[in-house]
């Protein structure tokens, strides 16, 4: 049941043509212009490395972190909010679903629809054009980024089922966002970072989302690192999950009290 | 202009008692508002303890060249937002334009007006902070000339900046769905970021003649830091300002006579 709302929001994309090309376009700005600035860095420095880091791989990481966005990035938040502001939320809990595997399945739809509509061009042009390489053990970064997609997606819906308690989420997503862009390492790889700054990064699930996978990627850690890297993010995907779904039980005896 | 601003301040009124309404919504918007752009302030940061230089701009060069766009985008942010693609999108979707073309008062403006925007504070008080800074860091003296100087840049920037945005707005009119193809105009404000010199021919004379986003911080910076491309490009950002506000008031104008209502 829930693979053919996979299915249906995978096709309903299909419709807004305008939005696929303007998300196309807009993920090429982001990309190009930290294309340029990794240029001038390290043309303009004179080095072949910072930290370690050669400019191909520097290349490398911000494409990846550029199609990682592509989910994290999403408005999904809304979706749930407008499900519970505007009573949405009440159809869908009168259905034989679950209601968070029924919003996994529509992010999954939707997500599938943006790889293939935004990240396969992204992909393409920065394997061909900007030089980018493939990764160093694509098995662990294909689970790695999957374990990634899932912390994300338990995050989305924590800060939507926020809409229970709160009259507006802006704030706390934007907040979240302000957080994990800085200490996920998505803008900026985390190793560039002071060492108490990456000690305290390492300590929220934001890092497994961007900077586990593409720590593995571009080759950053390698070996028994791997493992405990992906260690911590099933440690976040099971608390993370586990805290929604107890969030969405608190939150259902709210839609009872005020009688939907 | 005398009810125009007899207008504009009776609408202020009304907004700081909503903000009182919802005082925590508030709080919590400009303080969000405020980390976020502080956040291109720890990215300089952490890009200048690794690297010795961006193409020869140093931190605080580079600090005050983010700080004056994020300056006139705040400014844009807290008072001009009214004409967003957004905002207008919504409104000719769900009909309220039809009332609003209905009110004795020019559509652009009551736009304007009712929609000052609170969170807008955050950007700004960063702005600036982030724009002094980097004024202090790259040896910039404040006198008079420079003051009035540099206001003069910060307003031709905010006309630069809204006419653009306006001009794209517009396509609300002519299309329902205009939210993706005018977020575009948006991310190229990312290239503005940084200094110009770092790209391709092709970029920079887009963001000098076609898109003139470079007038808003890049050439203006020069001036003051004494670097870069085109110095005396600088004086064009007032006339560009102008005549940019001239083009998207007549294209608004224009657009508004083509709109037809969504009938709902």
Known sequence: MYHKIVFTKFKENFVYRTDVIGGIINSFIELAAL?????????????????????????????????IRIYSHSYSEYMIHDEVKHGGIVVAITKPINYIFFVLSRELGITFFRFMARGIPILLVAFIILGASLPLSPIFFIISFILGFFINFF????????????????????????ISDISSGAIFPLFLFPQWFQQIAY?????????????????????????????????????????????????????????? | MKDFFKLWFMYMKLIFKSWKEYRIDFVIGITAMFVANMMSVVFFWVIFENVIS???????????????????????????????????EEYVRRGILDTVLLKPIGTLRYFLMSNIDEDGFGELIAAFFILITGANLSGIIWNFHNILLLT????????????????????????????????????????????????????????????PLGFINYYPSEIFLGKGLHLQFAYLAPIIGVVALIISYLFWKFSLKHYTSTGS
Request: aromatic fraction near 20%; charged fraction near 5%; charge should be positive.
């Open chain 1, 35 to 67: 294309w340029f600035v990794w240029n001038a860095i390290y043309a303009s420095s004179g080095v072949v490395t910072i930290k370690g880091i050669t400019l191909p791989a520097m290349i490398t990481y911000i494409s990846i972190s550029t199609v």
């Open chain 1, 155 to 178: 995050l989305v819906v924590l800060i939507g089922l926020w809409s229970f308690w709160a009259g507006s989420i802006w704030g706390l997503r934007l907040s979240k966002n302000v």
């Open chain 1, 203 to 260: 300590l929220l699930p934001f890092q497994a989302i961007y900077n586990v996978p593409l720590s593995i990627y571009i080759g950053q850690i390698s070996g028994f690192e791997i493992y405990t890297s992906l260690l911590i993010q099933v440690f976040w995907f099971f608390s993370l999950g586990l805290i929604a779904l107890i969030v969405w039980k608190f939150a259902q005896r709210r839609i009872f009290v005020q009688g939907g």
């Open chain 2, 54 to 88: 961006l193409n020869g701009w140093s931190f605080g060069q580079i600090l005050f060249l983010s700080g004056m766009l994020s300056v006139v985008s705040g400014f844009w942010h807290t008072f001009l937002s009214g004409s967003s693609p957004w905002r207008l």
């Open chain 2, 152 to 211: 003069a840049f910060i307003i031709s920037g905010i006309l630069i900046f809204f006419s653009i945005i306006t001009i794209f707005s517009c396509l609300a009119f002519w299309t329902t769905r205009v939210h993706s193809i005018s977020r575009i105009v948006w991310h190229f404000m990312v290239f503005v970021k940084y200094p110009l010199e770092i790209y391709n021919p092709a970029i920079i004379f887009l963001l000098t003649f076609i898109l």
